[in-house]
């Protein structure tokens, strides 16, 4: 993202303006010391912590049958908090769940210590706090959390949340970027969109544990000193917030594939967003998809609001899984029934990476068991 400063910083990296009162300069960022950072002046040292234990995850079982499938995560129950996850599709380097929190004011911190996060909000509003500020998040807003981010959340109890995880960067593809790094005219989006952390300094409270999520565990750290402590931050890395509603999807003529409706990238996949839009405007245009073959790729959707043409039996909540090497699209009367359609209200988020995926086995109970042969006469 673009450069921020907040608060009170020395003039220079790594220097002091007073001996007395020395803050502790943290370097966060990515890639080691070669991807996007912040710098955030501490007033204690970010190290400290007199306590830890790991906590491992209890290990499941996968479902390794290759098919497409439908799940219904709207009957997947609430639970815990926002690590107490229903992981519904993953990989070695992406993980794919529903966060449907029960304790929605915790008072211990979180940080994701393997992978960066973005958060869909489906349903809900709230605020994420961090060392950089406050958040505030409302329905249709994607979040993204750095991985490495300590922070706290405040939701409404209808909080219903698409959670995607990678270890890998994800961020604003290359292409709707300029060569000084402004996004450029014709993407679906502008910087005026995104929303960046306000930058407060933080009371002080009493319970100083931070849970670390790691894939298969967690750390629990307790420290003596307050957690949001900065008295000040500069730099491109930090969380930040955009609304799909702000978006502006890309229509033509003739149908538009896939990757027009792209949000983020990553090395191993993108995640896209489709929104409420004008058809293709030929006169005999089909507007609803191809028959596509994912010969490459695994497709994720997510089905969020309105109404999906191309897919019978869907409901809002509702997540499908297209399987590389086994064609999909519009079942059976859907594509005659699309003629003359001029426009749709739906609202999908979509995960297309190029590493398969797998699911729980555990999501078994949630699944529609004859979605495989829903493209049957």
């Given amino acids: 993202m673009y450069y921020v400063k907040n608060g009170n910083i020395p003039e220079y990296r790594h220097t002091y303006d007073n001996v007395d009162s020395i803050y502790r300069e943290e370097l966060f960022g990515l890639n080691a010391f ?13 190290t400290e912590f007199y306590d830890y234990e790991f906590i491992k995850y209890d290990q499941y079982k996968y ?19 926002i690590f107490s996850r229903n992981i519904l599709f993953e990989n070695n380097t992406l993980r794919i769940g529903i966060i449907k929190p029960e304790d929605t004011e915790p008072s211990e911190y979180f940080r994701n210590g393997f992978a960066s996060e973005v958060f869909y909000i489906h349903n809900g509003s709230g605020r994420i706090e961090s060392v950089f500020g406050d ?16 922070y706290k959340y405040h939701c409404s109890e209808d909080t219903y949340i698409l959670s995607i995880e990678s270890s890998e960067n994800i961020d604003i593809p290359k292409r709707y970027l300029n060569r ?23 009371d002080d409270e009493n319970d100083y544990t931070i849970n670390i999520r790691y894939k298969d565990g967690y750390a629990r ?14 730099g491109y890395l930090y969380p930040y917030a955009i609304n799909v509603m702000d978006m502006a999807p890309i229509v033509g003529k003739l149908h538009m594939p896939p990757p027009v409706h792209e949000t983020f990238e990553a090395e191993t996949f993108m995640i896209g967003t ?34 999906f043409m191309s897919r019978k039996g869907i409901e809002e909540g509702s997540v499908t899984l297209h399987v590389h090497g086994i064609i999909h699209g519009p079942q059976p009367g859907v594509l005659e029934k699309s003629i003359g359609a ?33 493209w049957k006469y």
């Fill in 342 to 374: 001029r426009s749709t209200d739906e609202i999908g988020i979509m995960v297309e990476t190029y590493k398969s995926l797998k699911m729980p086995e555990n999501m078994n109970i949630f699944e529609d068991k004859n979605y495989n042969l829903s």
């Fill in 63 to 81: 479902d390794d049958e290759i098919k497409h499938r439908h799940i219904k995560t709207s009957l997947i129950p609430r639970s815990g908090n």
């Fill in 34 to 46: 070669d991807g996007p950072y912040s710098l955030i002046y501490h007033e204690y040292d970010p």
């Fill in 135 to 150: 958040l505030d998040f409302r329905k249709h807003d994607y979040i993204y959390i750095p991985k490495g981010t300590t």
């Fill in 180 to 202: 000084y790094g402004q996004i450029k005219e014709g993407s679906p989006y502008y910087t005026r969109n995104f929303r960046v952390p306000v930058f407060k300094k933080y």
């Fill in 221 to 234: 750290l307790k420290r003596k000193h307050k957690v949001f402590d900065a008295a000040g931050w500069d």
């Fill in 274 to 307: 489709f929104l409420p839009r004008p058809f293709d405007f030929h006169e005999r245009s089909i507007p609803i998809s191809y028959f596509h073959n994912n010969i490459d790729s695994d497709e994720f959707l997510f089905y969020s609001s309105g109404n």
